[in-house]
């Protein structure tokens, strides 16, 4: 019954969409000459109801919790939150964390890795990390389903290329470190409303995901998550926080108040999960990664908080330095 009633929305929500947007466009010229050639994954919509393998990718990524969290339907082994609360509805939101360079990027060298790695590979860690769970067969249903939708949203982009608006916004470093008592006053202030004092989150009224995720805690993410790095997590709030409120053309947040925020919320307890293999050339570190060893001398504290300018700079210097041996 559940994916039945979905495929009607599908039918129905394109019209929704259309005008919603063609009302939006029409009030703010601006923002229709911005978000011209910004990618969407309007296509979600599209999917034919014949294509259940697509439609069931998208079904998992959106409720995640109802087939693979605790009381999931098809296994237990995540933590109950949903894909889509860190890649903002089901991976389509411009900088939302989308999915929009998935099909076109994969296979990809990345350096945490340190190998060329397969979306199921990538799938897989965001199970383990970010849902702090366990992976699942490469060949499986539900993995093929994913990928089947990763695939569909990224039609039409050529090869090794990514589209405008696709992940995640950097915002610009801080010239001071990310303040975890000013972050405190942030999060009171704009996000308390929804992940509670204690963050943690609310449950949907069955108790079968979240409506709003736990944003630290036994249920939250895993400090392998890449949210775990500040300038992830900062960009993300920067530019979708509060939730339904804003667009990246229409933050409430200030850059600082994001960096600080995402202090806050990053000091905060949450499972801790090491994977040993990472980073096989520290060198390759990203400059926030909250973990040593590192390839310079900077401190955990000021890879995790900041400030980062001059952490930056170090790894250029050491880079050109390198290359011109």
């Known amino acids: 019954m559940k994916l039945n009633y979905l495929y009607t929305i599908y039918i129905l929500l394109p019209v929704v969409t259309i005008l919603c947007y063609s009302c939006v466009s029409g009030e703010e010229n601006t923002t229709e000459v911005e978000t011209e050639h910004l990618w969407r994954g309007w296509n979600k919509y599209n999917i034919p109801v014949t294509d259940t393998l697509t439609l069931y990718g998208r079904e998992l990524i959106a409720n995640t919790s109802y087939y693979l969290g605790p009381k999931g339907i098809v296994s237990q082994i995540t933590n109950g939150m949903n894909c889509q609360n860190c890649h903002l509805e089901a991976g389509t939101i411009p900088w939302g964390n989308n999915y929009s360079a998935v099909s076109s990027t994969y296979p990809l060298l990345r350096g945490r890795s340190g190998t060329i790695e397969t979306i199921p590979k990538r799938v897989n860690d965001c199970l383990q990390r970010s849902l702090n769970g366990e992976a ?19 039609q039409g982009i050529p090869k090794e290329q990514r589209p405008r608006g696709s992940g995640l916004m950097e915002i610009p470093y801080l010239d ?24 943690q989150g609310q449950k949907n009224p069955d108790s079968s995901g979240y409506i709003y995720p736990p ?11 890449g949210l775990f790095r500040l300038s992830r997590f900062a960009g993300f709030v920067k530019n979708n926080m509060p939730s339904g409120e804003v667009e990246y053309h229409n933050p409430q947040l200030s850059d600082e108040e994001a960096w600080d925020v995402a202090a806050f919320v990053n000091s905060q307890p949450r499972p801790s999960k090491i994977f040993q293999e990472d980073w096989p050339d520290i060198s390759k570190k990203s400059i926030d990664h909250p973990f040593g060893p ?21 790894k250029e210097a050491m880079a050109k330095k390198n290359a011109d041996r």
């Not at 699942?136 to 990763?150: L, T």
């Open 136 to 154: 699942i067969d490469s060949n499986s249903k539900e993995m093929r389903s994913i990928i089947a939708y990763f695939h569909w949203l990224g």
């Open 176 to 199: 001071r470190a990310a303040d975890t008592i000013k972050g405190k006053n942030v999060f009171i202030n704009n996000c308390q409303r929804c992940h509670g004092a204690n963050g």
């Open 215 to 225: 944003l630290w805690g036994e249920n939250s993410y895993t400090s392998a998550a």
């Open 294 to 314: 590192y390839a310079d001398s900077f401190s955990e504290t000021q890879h995790k908080y900041g400030p980062f300018t001059p952490i930056k700079n170090a």
